[in-house]
């Protein structure tokens, strides 16, 4: 599937295009302004765009109003319409964000329950009682996500909620032409809806991917044939920037051999799982590291690993973004005018290259096996194998430089990262400089 060698670029519309935090149903243009980052994805060398809520909805885009009908803070249908035309035209795949756990109280089935109570006919696409009340004095009670009750939850056991969801996805698919979707909340859904999400939009397209945002526990139980094709890798998220954090290499080495190792009870090889240092959920990577100089080796184990590696929009150049604060998450999604390219974002571009080029490295750390080779606290080396390549990756997560020596570092090898790839011959050692990250394919 075209999705296990992406490279995704994720956008939060309605941040980056500085829409007002709640609707004020005043029409603008706003997403227009995606038009002039689509060169700059291509450029960075993503594949595949991931949108976050784009719909109409009350305030931050998981509540929606209308599933068919594009946020007024961002434009109309047809400007999104041109957005996913232009990234098309550039050869750069769609991903929408299915919200479709829970609805905000401004959906226009909730408030018809809201004026006719009983005797509305869409009483039974959510979970309510009339024997109490909501914290809104509604006169009825509804359960809301995890406590959240402007966000009404679903009834995805009703047929009739379940067609309206997936013709909402046929609308998609035929108006915005996309190619997959992120599940919001998907170890939430109904697990009859996710199967039979799955062989529905098989059937609108056979390379329809399905992306669910899982937190913990099994990725198997919904990452499966019947399910979904991938999820986020939050295990490893933590790993990533707490290996750097503590100065513990151990840790996401333990991680990653414990779900892609070659060993019988390795957990999750084979599948191909979304991979991030940060997103529109979660602090950025620059604010999140003590040590900023580890945003390059950070990057450098995120393109290394096996997973599908995931940018958040800005934090390709290094952005900072806390969570909480006044405005709650809104500091993690802001507005920006244009792309900021630099040192940092030409890095990932190199990266993102190695993996979206036909050849012998992207198909190793695309598809490769995971094998630690050398683990210390402040270093790593790992192997990405498959039948035809070899790639190691060597990551020094401190200010000294250090040397590895491994059996494994005999030969030649085409130095990836270095400028014009020269061919070097290792004897069993390698030197790395302080933060450096080395990508090394046996030649």
């Known amino acids: 599937m075209w999705f296990d060698d992406a490279v995704v670029y994720q956008i939060y519309p309605l941040g980056l295009c500085g829409a007002p935090l709640y ?88 408030k018809d329950v809201q004026e006719k109570r009983w005797d509305s006919p869409y009483k039974d696409w959510f979970h309510i009682s009339f024997d109490g009340d909501s914290c809104y004095g509604d ?16 009834n995805l056991q009703n047929p009739a909620v379940v067609d309206y969801l997936l013709e909402s996805v046929r609308h998609w698919a035929e108006v915005f032409g996309i190619d997959g979707l992120r599940l919001d909340v998907a170890y939430m859904l109904d697990r009859d809806f996710m199967r039979r999400l799955h062989s529905f939009t098989r059937e609108l397209k056979p390379d329809f991917v399905l992306i669910g945002e899982t937190l913990h526990g099994d990725y198997n139980q919904i990452v499966n044939d019947e399910m979904l094709d ?62 900023k100089s580890c945003l390059r080796p950070a990057y ?30 809104w500091a993690l999604r802001p507005a920006l005018d244009e792309p900021a390219p630099n040192e940092l974002s030409a890095f990932i571009k190199q990266l993102a290259h190695l993996r979206s080029t036909d050849g012998a490295a992207a198909r190793a750390l695309n598809y490769g096996a995971y094998r630690n080779v050398v683990i210390q606290n402040k270093q790593l080396l790992f192997e990405r194998a498959c039948d035809d390549a070899t790639v190691l990756v060597a990551v020094n997560a401190v200010g000294e430089p250090y040397t590895f020596g491994a059996g494994e570092l005999n030969g030649s090898f085409v130095d990836l990262l270095a400028d014009g790839a020269p061919t070097v011959e290792l004897t069993g050692s390698l030197e790395l400089a302080p933060y450096e990250v080395r990508y090394l394919l046996r030649a």
């Open 230 to 291: 991938s999820c986020t890798n939050y295990e490893c998220y933590k790993g990533l920037y707490s290996s750097f954090n503590s100065v513990n290499m151990f840790e996401i080495a333990h991680s990653l051999h414990r779900q892609f190792g070659g060993d019988p009870w390795c957990i999750y090889r084979g599948k191909h799982l979304l991979s991030f240092v940060d997103n529109h959920d979660v602090p950025r990577l620059a604010s999140i590291l003590t040590d």
């Open 23 to 110: 609707n004020d149903d005043q029409p603008s243009h706003r997403i227009l302004r995606l038009l002039d980052w689509v060169e700059h994805i291509k450029r960075l060398g993503a594949t595949c765009v991931l949108f976050n809520p784009l719909f109409e909805s009350d305030a931050h885009g998981y509540d929606t109003r209308d599933y068919n009908k594009v946020d007024c803070r961002l434009g109309t249908n047809d400007d999104l319409r041109q957005v996913c035309a232009a990234l098309h035209a550039a050869g750069i795949k769609i991903l929408f964000d299915g919200v479709f756990n829970h609805v905000g109280r401004g959906f226009w089935a909730f």
């Open 139 to 154: 006169g009825f009670w509804y359960e809301g996500w995890e406590g959240h009750f402007e966000l009404v939850k679903l």
């Open 300 to 329: 450098g184990m995120l393109f290394g690993m096996p997973g599908i590696p995931c940018v958040y929009y800005g934090s390709e150049w290094g952005i900072a973004g806390e969570k909480g604060g006044p405005d709650g998450d």
